[in-house]
């Protein structure tokens, strides 16, 4: 596999100070808890224990670092649009675009404001009206959207564990207020073509899948992998489609505050409310940092202090 040519090759150094770098990162991080709130718009979320931190990475080679609570499984929440993303693109490709855009919206993830002026096209897949239409798609697509999705974690992160929350995916449900309008504004504008319940219900379930650090880190190497999966050894999706889900990460990955993210960390990255944050540096590392309590935007504090610090120090190699 090559580098791109924007990253050129780093020197990581040895597997045994990775390791220690990667123990180092989590405890500078470490700085950050006590600042920012854990999700409770979801209740099930609102219990999230604050003071974690974890940190995974998975090399070009495929060899998983870790250090903190990088096993401990966390609800995915909006880090799965990227995999449901993926999925659609793999089944749809461009035709997509149709439906939903591909420009940062600037507002907070569930925003309703745009829809209604933009006809019911959400501004791209990462805000929730974006990914519900992905998932209306996959509804459409597959005959079991959630089991092909699950399967799909489970086969990319090479664990057969990963499960779905139900209890998260209940309380998504119940508070689903929300995302119900956008569904319904959608199909009132004639852009959502399945039943809304039923694209709400693999929505939410896609969420509520749990995984670690470390199952997220090998799961998402394909982005940084020309979309071949080390795991696996397949092509998962094709090397231009990984750019194009890095370029959309870039700009609307981390919402409202992507520019600020870009300017101080400038990797292509995702977030969810559970407070993972999946990152990538082309044709090198894929990174997942996890700590639950969030800034206004939704974005793990703690989680974009270690992405700051890394991409500090990824920098400092290539000088
Ligand atoms: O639909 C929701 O609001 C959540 N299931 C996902 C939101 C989310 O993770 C946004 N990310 N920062």
Known sequence: MNASPCAPSLDLGASSSLQAWVERLVERARRR???????????????????RLGIALCTRDGRLYSAGDAEEPFSIQSLSKVL????????HGDALWQRVGLNPSGMPFNSLMQLETEHGKPRNPFINAGAIVVTDHLVGAYATPVKHLQDIARRLSGNPSVLIDREVLASEWRHRARNAAAAYLMQAFGNLHNEVDQV???????????????????????LAAEGRSPTTGEAFIPPAMAQRINALMFTSGMYDAAGDFAYRVGLPAKSGVGGGIVAIVPGE????????????????VAGQYALELIAEELGQLRR
Not at 34 to 48: E, F, S
Not at 84 to 91: K, Y
Not at 200 to 222: G, I, K, N, Q, T
Request: net charge negative.
């Open 33 to 51: 808890l006590g600042q920012g709130r854990v999700a409770d718009y979801i209740p099930a979320l609102a219990d999230q224990p604050a003071d």
């Open 84 to 91: 449901l993303l993926s999925l659609a693109l793999r089944s």
């Open 200 to 222: 709400l219900e693999a929505y939410f379930a896609s969420c509520a899948l749990r995984m670690s650090c470390r199952d997220l880190a090998r799961a998402f190497h394909y």
């Open 285 to 300: 590392l894929s990174i997942c940092v996890w700590s639950p309590a969030l800034d206004a935007s939704g974005n793990s």
